[in-house]
């Protein structure tokens, strides 16, 4: 296991679950970054649908399950991702899912 250490300057990163969802979630990063671009991909896999699609073209109001856990993991994974990309080295990432399809997307991403 690895071990956390924390500082004055360590940084944290909590990204949000269910009831934070917004049409268009996650394009901006897919448009801009290889890693977020991937990360979608794996997520299409595993859920069965394409999220970016989903994401892009789902009415705030109409996002719902099964698909609503696996587009928010592949949104908010994704603009950690542009973070990273511009320099962001944070301690800890921890997330707010329960949907079992997010689960099995997660373990995915970080196996590849």
């Not at 448009?31 to 970016?52: H, M, P, Q, T, Y």
Request: net charge neutral; glycine share 8%.
């Amino acid at each position: 296991m690895t071990e956390l250490k924390f500082g004055p300057s360590a940084i944290g990163v909590m990204l949000p679950g269910q009831a934070s969802q917004e049409k268009g979630m996650g394009v901006e990063a897919w448009e801009v970054n290889a890693e977020a671009k991937r990360i979608f991909a794996i997520g299409s896999e595993v859920a069965g649908i394409d999220l970016l699609q989903y994401c892009a073209e789902t009415e705030t109001k109409d996002m719902a399950e099964p698909y609503i856990q696996p587009a928010l993991g592949a949104s908010h994974l994704s603009a950690l991702a542009v973070a990273r990309s511009k320099g962001l080295k944070e301690n800890l990432v921890i997330g707010a899912y329960t949907f079992e399809h997010n689960k099995r997307t997660h373990i995915r991403i970080v196996r590849v």
